[in-house]
């Protein structure tokens, strides 16, 4: 018999895998069943729910028995009786449709693989391409809206991110190159890869979700990697789109509550024994930035809802690699003179260090403080130190902002950037060290 000699645990993990393998194969034929009877498909799809799951299962078939009787050919003959069927298929349905795509003949031979993928020890990779193949297909109508609103200045945008961070990026040294440490060019670019490639992504945020949605999740996601990226992208789509001045306003602020709390994380990962003294005022001034952001996002709303805004406004692609450039070299200016003012000053000017490091990088001032405070036990020092890193790198980004899209979308945030000073210190100074 074919299993003899396996034991009970092989015997319910290949059940297991065929299992996976035959709803692997009825999730992309759930949704071609659904899409056969779609007014705009017609019935021409060669394949449905129950076709797809026999192919899975054959997939499945083909790579147990090519496993288990070690006849390795046996998979590659099966993908080739796979794609003769398809061949059949599509050429019948070519002669009756004028019209016809090889989406569903592709999805195919793809739901054969994964079921012998299931077999040969790749489940896990399995479960996820069949998802990402079952989403794809399902989602038709909107990805071939969001390529109809693409132009050629977006198509050739997205293929410079990818030849920045691809191709150019794995050339440079990861190392500093300057004497006094401070410069890595592999970070450099890093940084302009991050800035170009955050005003993309809000780009298409916004096309896709629209400016009321997108906006204020690109200030969120990018937050957690750069709130200094986004305060800077959103900047310059502030002086560019006055409109919106209210949401990227919003957008910015919620990448300022990010970065508190990315802080906290920091500080939860290398001392703990921090993380309570600087939950007050960074808690503090998390929580006036959200408060200023919602008020901000629910006066536009209530602006759209009036008719005042302008549903039609139309966006051009913002991405510069040039001017992500130009703004990594600031960044590394003012990187190269806080190294120098770092290893000239004592502990008494810890402060000032803190304060001229917020201004490129919250991040190095936080862990050296962390650092610091576990070994010298300067827990009080070390949380206005980190205050005052976070305050100076918000004031700089408040900067920013008003240097680049002027008070119209900088009021706004030097208000909200008082309002974080004086909580922020404030709860320094009494916080429980």
């Known amino acids: ?71 390795p050919f046996l998979l590659p003959a099966g993908l080739l009786l796979v794609g003769a069927f398809v061949l059949v298929g599509y050429s019948i349905t070519a002669r009756a449709s004028d019209d016809t795509g090889l989406t569903t003949e592709m999805a195919t031979l793809i739901v054969f693989m994964l079921g012998a993928m299931v077999m040969l020890g790749f489940r896990e990779l399995a479960v996820a391409l069949g998802i990402v193949t079952a989403t794809v297909l399902a989602y038709k109508r909107p990805l071939h809206g969001f390529v109809a609103k693409l132009g050629w200045d977006d198509v050739f945008a997205g293929l410079r991110l990818l030849i920045a961070s691809f191709i150019a990026l794995p050339l440079l040294p990861d190392r500093t190159v300057d004497p006094w440490g401070a410069l890595n060019p592999y970070m450099l670019w890093l940084l302009v890869i991050l ?4 005003s993309l992504v809000g780009y298409v945020a916004t096309r896709l979700l629209g400016a009321g949605r997108g906006i204020p999740l690109t200030g969120i996601t990018g937050g957690l990697v750069s709130s200094t990226a986004v305060t800077f992208s959103f900047a310059k789509e502030g002086a560019e789109y006055p409109k919106l001045t209210k949401l990227l306003a919003c957008g910015i ?4 509550v990010v970065m508190c709390v990315r802080i906290l994380v920091e500080v939860a990962v290398v001392n703990r024994d921090l993380l309570i003294p600087l939950l007050m005022p960074l808690g503090a001034m998390a929580a006036i930035s959200t408060g200023f952001a919602g008020y901000l996002y629910f006066r536009e709303q209530a602006r759209d809802h009036d008719g005042a805004k302008d549903r039609d406004l139309e966006l051009k692609n913002p991405f510069s690699l040039w001017s992500a450039a130009k703004f990594a070299m600031i960044f590394a200016v003012v990187l190269l003179a806080v190294k120098i003012v770092q290893q000239e000053f004592s502990e008494q000017g810890l402060y000032v260090v803190a304060a001229i490091a917020g201004t490129t990088d919250v991040d190095a001032i936080t862990l050296s403080m962390a650092e610091y405070a576990k070994s010298d036990g300067a827990v009080g020092t070390a949380v206005i130190a980190i205050v005052i890193g976070a305050l100076s790198n918000t004031f700089v980004k408040a900067a920013l902002v008003v ?31």
């Open 195 to 198: 800035i170009a490639g955050l």
């Open 1 to 71: 018999m074919p299993w003899e000699g396996m034991e009970r645990p092989e015997l319910l993990e290949a059940a297991i895998n065929f299992a996976i393998a035959i709803l692997l194969g009825a999730l992309v034929g759930l949704e071609r069943e659904k899409r056969k009877g779609a007014e705009d498909e017609g019935t021409d799809l060669i394949a449905g729910l129950r076709t797809f799951t026999l192919f899975s299962m054959l997939g499945a078939l083909a790579g147990w028995v090519a496993v288990e009787r070690d006849i």
């Open 253 to 256: 602020l919620l990448s300022w």
């Open 403 to 433: 240097g680049i899209a002027g008070l119209g979308l900088g009021r706004p945030i030097l208000i909200a950037a008082g309002a974080l000073t004086v909580a922020g210190l404030g709860a320094a100074l009494f916080a429980p060290t």
